[in-house]
């Protein structure tokens, strides 16, 4: 398998130590410990009134109303079964209290308050119990956990101000051809646009990779020699965009041969992408050749760059999403068929996948507005609706 040949051939790349407000979409390197039991104290969960459970057990529904206990004060202690003590959501509960009682089920005159027919008074009623959540010794994150905002504030309640996380890859992505005109630039009637490198881009970015770099590079082996060269010195991830297929001017593979590059794996058995290229240079480096038609490119990029790379980063791999074909497909192939996908949901909540199949790996107009793509399996008879498919999303 393709994605078995490229992990085996990447090394994880290097920790780092850097400050929680840049760890952002970050792979986590370490384990994240609790430094105090989570809540560190029986917390109050509604703004309401801390009395004893067992007073109220006795019958005792009036109480003297003592002292209010805000968030982030000391806590305070109840002086007699017969008082109550306002408390607010998030304080710590009162010494001798172990039940909040809402606001909506008493009613307050001078410093008297009544409990209404409805109030309830079980033991730790709206209190979440001291180490609750978590307690020291047991880890809250553990390695290999992409951080985004639920994981920073879990790394933030155990008083981490800087923490190690991988190294994001140095990305270059690369388009090669004549043909290529960049956006806003004048154009002739026999070129096209510089619009895959784009979009690689933006699936990256989207991923969570940062560091990225593009260049365009015409159909030269000087010029391609010079400026791979360049970029593999400088770069730990080459994606590049065209020129791998057994054209007269694919250029690439030869050129990256000469560049001492380690061919894994040239053709791949899928449509569309067949003609992908994967190799390792002299010191490391991940090199992929994607296709250049854009809709290959950006398959290849989401079903073997971007996974390859969150794994290099040690990033714990998910389960594969799956979904069901909304509609039939006429067609089967004797090779895997990555098919764009729009997903429907049903009233019910049910997800399914309808597919919008291009006309041609050139058709890049027809991923406008899909969700991602399904791979579905080499078969001779057509895909009947309802068939359950791995899903990668842009």
């Not at 079980?122 to 809250?140: A, F, I, K, L």
């Not at 992505?173 to 026999?190: A, K, M, N, R």
């Not at 057509?382 to 498919?389: C, D, K, Q, R």
């Amino acid at each position: 398998m393709a994605r078995e040949a490229i992990d085996a051939r990447l090394a994880l790349l290097p920790a780092e130590s850097r400050p929680l407000s840049e760890c952002v979409g970050r792979t986590l390197r370490e384990d994240i410990y609790a430094e105090r039991d989570n809540p560190p104290f029986d917390r109050v969960c509604m703004d309401g009134i801390a009395i004893r459970s067992d007073a109220f057990g006795r019958g005792l529904r009036r109480f003297t109303l003592q002292a209010t206990q805000p968030a982030g004060a000391p806590a305070l202690t109840l002086l007699s079964p017969e008082s109550a003590i306002e408390v607010m959501t998030g304080a710590i509960m009162p010494r001798g209290t172990d039940c909040v009682v809402p606001l909506e089920e008493y009613d307050v005159v001078a410093l008297t308050v009544s409990l209404k027919d409805t109030a309830s008074g079980e033991p730790h009623r709206n209190v979440q119990r001291r180490g609750s959540d978590s307690q020291p010794g047991v880890p809250m994150l553990r390695s290999g956990t992409r951080l985004y905002a639920p994981e920073i504030g879990v790394v933030a309640s155990a008083g981490r101000a800087a923490i190690s996380v991988s190294r994001q890859p140095k990305f270059v992505v690369i388009s090669t051809g004549d043909e290529l005109v960049e956006p806003g630039q004048p154009i002739e009637e026999h070129q096209v646009r510089r619009s895959n490198a784009y979009a690689v881009l933006a699936g990256l970015r989207k991923h969570g990779f940062e560091d990225l770099s593009n260049d365009h590079i015409v159909d030269s082996e000087e010029a391609l020699r010079e400026r791979l060269a360049h970029h593999l010195a400088e770069r730990d991830v080459l994606v590049l965009s065209g020129g791998v297929s057994k054209g007269r001017f694919d250029l690439v593979p030869k050129v990256l041969q000469s560049l001492n590059v380690a061919e894994v794996f040239y053709q791949v058995a899928q449509r569309p992408g067949m003609p992908m290229w994967f190799g390792v240079g002299p010191t490391g480096q991940a090199v992929f050749g994607l296709p250049g038609n854009p809709v290959s490119t950006l398959m290849c990029l989401m079903r073997y760059v971007v996974p390859a790379m969150d794994a290099a980063m040690g990033t714990r791999a998910r389960a594969t999403e799956t979904v069901a074909l909304a509609a039939p497909i006429k067609r089967g192939r004797p090779s895997a068929s990555f098919v764009p996908v729009s997903i429907r949901y049903s009233p019910e909540g049910l997800r399914s996948a309808v597919p919008r199949i291009p006309n041609g790996s050139g058709d890049f107009l027809a991923l406008a507005g899909t969700d991602g793509f399904v791979e579905l399996p080499p078969r001779t008879d057509p895909y009947p609706e309802g068939l359950v498919a791995d899903f990668y999303s842009w």
